[in-house]
């Protein structure tokens, strides 16, 4: 028959320490890991402000292939398209059909003083 011996005093005394170390351990742990969270290189206001980042380069990305779309639109209308070519000639480069009148206009010189302020 085996007789179990009981644990001394000093043995329970042992153990409670082991136990409070392992929880002073455990919670020294936590406090560092919670100051790495919110304090750290890496912590919540960066990741925070990151996502804010990324957010907003999605809405700048989005809005170039809408911008990219449309000029490939305007690309294959000036290949393909007469009166787009027509209407970028006359608009830029001021060309006009034979039998068009030009009219230009200028600004009348005493207008222009009047609204610079000088009499």
């Known amino acids: 028959m085996l007789i179990k011996q009981n644990r001394g005093r000093q043995w329970l005394d ?35 402000a990151m996502r804010n980042h990324a957010g907003q380069l999605d809405g700048e990305l989005l809005a170039l292939r809408g911008e990219n779309a ?31 009148t030009v009219y230009q206009l200028s600004p009348d010189p005493s207008k222009t003083q009047e609204h610079s302020g000088t009499p």
Do not use: H
Not at 29 to 40: E, H, R, Y
Not at 74 to 84: C, E, F, G, T, V
């Open 70 to 100: 449309s000029l490939r639109n305007d690309i294959a209308r000036l290949q393909s398209d007469p009166a787009k070519i027509e209407q970028l000639a006359r608009e830029r480069l001021g060309f006009v059909r034979k039998g068009e």
């Open 14 to 48: 042992w153990q409670r320490r082991m136990v409070t170390v392992a929880q002073v351990v455990g919670a020294g742990a936590c406090v560092w890991l919670l100051v790495a969270l919110f304090v750290g290189e890496m912590g919540l206001p960066r990741y925070l």
